[in-house]
């Protein structure tokens, strides 16, 4: 019993082999914690992929509904398919991964998808843990198929100046090239079902409203000139086709051209460009952009204006057929005008100042009260300031709508910043976005 006894004592107090059994033991922890680091990583992975797949079935599936592609009750077929072709078909394939549900709102425009797969673990399994479950979920909106939308473009004489001189493009030619390639943006793959119209208002000094003179000439119009300290004014009854501001009450509102809410004529030299009514055809709006050209002092406020009565249903009688702005509160409509400017507004004919600071400071105040009334009406603003300065990139930002997490003023400096800012506008109005 002794030796036995004193065999334990000395194993006890023999310290060779301790590293080895130390090793034995944490080894297996680290062997373990690798382990279970290697199935994260690979959850990761997997999640990621899923995420970018469901994102992307999302996102082509509302292309192909706004685009008129696919129909809503087809929806649900094109997300699988999208889904499935963009799977890695290694680690995903269309066998793993479940699609949990697909829910397309009619009334909020969007498809709504979720779906998992389940991932085999590689070394948990040791554990018992087989099968993590990995969920994924996107939200894209598609495009509401009624839109109208206003261009307000500056042709004043600046735009005529070269962006930076030498050989560079005129500021126009940037505004043309810039215009068309939103224009192309709404336009391409879009149907006749679709109805998205654009319509034009160019502005200098007056706005050349010829193509609804007539339907306001009657009580809508009047001719009011006047001395430069803005007295001594006197009405006649002679009336061209270039307007200037309305004034009396209704002047900061859409209301429409009557005898208590008068239109006035323009005495101002009269831009050859006409403003361009709703349309869907971008053959015309391309042809009249084109044929831009520069002259004249900048009246922005009349810009405002006359976006805001294209807008207006309180118009729609006096625009031409299919021509006519949908009702403000007609579901799925959607509104919107695009004010662009290169300088400040500094033009005000009822009071009688051309290109002069007084003509700024009452130009830049209509425009406000203008631009917060169409607001106010439901219509969204985009607003540019094209290599403008200070009082008019102020001015557009006040103008602009605001909504959290979206860009609505722009601030472009040269032709790539003007092209980017209409692109961009061009697309978020198409509402190709996730939601989420």
Wanted: overall charge negative; some cysteine; aromatic content about 8%.
């Amino acid at each position: 019993m002794r030796i036995v006894l004193d065999r334990i004592k000395d194993f006890a107090s023999d310290r060779r082999g301790n590293f080895g059994i130390m090793f034995a033991v944490l080894g297996t922890t680290l062997l373990m914690g690798s382990a279970l680091a290697i199935d994260v990583a690979r959850m990761f992975a997997v999640h990621n992929k899923l995420t970018s797949a469901v994102d992307a079935a999302a996102l082509a599936t509302t292309q192909d509904l706004t685009l008129g592609v696919v129909s809503i009750a087809d929806a649900e077929v094109t997300v699988r398919k999208y889904l499935d072709a963009n799977l890695d078909n290694r680690n995903l394939t269309a066998d793993t991964v479940t699609v949990d549900s697909i829910t397309v709102d009619k009334v909020n425009r969007s498809v709504d998808i979720k779906a998992h797969t389940l991932m085999p673990m590689t070394f948990a399994g040791i554990v018992g843990y087989n099968n993590h479950r990995i969920d994924a979920e996107s939200k894209a909106k598609f495009s509401n198929t009624e839109i109208e939308v206003v261009m307000a473009l500056d042709i004043t004489g600046s735009m005529g100046n070269r962006i930076g001189g030498g050989g560079t493009p005129t500021k126009l030619s940037a505004l043309q090239d810039a215009a068309n390639l939103g224009l192309n943006t709404l336009f391409d793959g879009a149907s006749v079902g679709d109805r998205i119209r654009v319509g034009l208002v160019p502005y200098s000094e007056a706005v050349n409203a010829a193509p609804v003179i007539d339907a306001i000439k009657t009580t809508g119009l009047t001719k009011t000139t006047c001395n430069k300290n803005g007295k001594k004014c006197k009405t006649e009854t002679t009336y061209p086709d270039c307007v200037a501001e309305r004034t009396g009450t209704e002047k900061y509102t859409d209301a429409f051209a009557t005898s208590a809410a008068k239109i006035t004529s323009s005495d101002y030299n009269c831009p050859s460009a006409k403003i361009v009514p709703l349309t869907m055809n971008k053959a015309t709006l391309k042809s009249e952009i084109d044929a831009f050209g520069a002259g004249g002092c900048t009246a922005g406020h009349l810009a405002v204006a006359w976006s805001y009565y294209m807008l207006s249903p309180k118009w729609a009688a006096a625009w031409p057929e299919g021509s006519d702005p949908e009702a403000y509160d007609k579901p799925g409509v959607s509104k919107y005008a695009i004010i662009m400017t290169d300088g400040e507004f500094n033009t005000f004919e009822t009071g009688g100042y051309s290109c002069s600071n007084s003509g700024a400071n009452w130009s830049e105040t209509y425009a406000e009260n203008l631009c917060s009334a169409m607001k106010n009406s439901g219509i969204k603003i985009y607003s540019i300031a094209f290599a403008a300065g200070s009082d008019a990139e102020a001015l557009m930002k006040k103008c602009a709508s605001t909504s959290a997490g979206e860009k609505l003023y722009y601030n472009a400096t040269d032709e790539a910043d003007l092209k980017a800012a209409f692109l961009e506008i061009a697309r978020d109005i198409k509402g190709l976005r996730l939601v989420n």
